[in-house]
């Protein structure tokens, strides 16, 4: 069975599209990213959330920007701290190659030799 991890029906939340299994919309998570909060940390606040559906919601939100502007910088990448690289790991392949998952500094960075 395939999940479906943004959903949108007229009966649930006015149709505005939300993340399956929870009462959060994909603005919701979006406006949760731009004022600071990581994927990590929204984990932790909704435990009901899964990675893979906030990432899912994010890849709507870079699909749809004319719904979700606000959210988006010039460049269309999301506004906010993204997913670290050990978690686009984690993540399935063609999530791993949307636009604006990490964080602009999300980089791996090299630990010196001892």
Known sequence: MTIKWVKSDPLVMNGEPFCYGTRLSVRNLLEMRAHGLSPSEMLGQHPELRLVGIAEAFRFATQ???RYAAFL???GAL???GFTPAQITSLPEHLR???GMTS???TVEETPAA
């Open 104 to 106: 602009p500094a999300a």
């Open 64 to 66: 749809h920007p004319e």
């Open 97 to 99: 190659r949307v636009a």
């Open 79 to 81: 506004r906010g701290p």
């Open 73 to 75: 910088d010039p460049d």
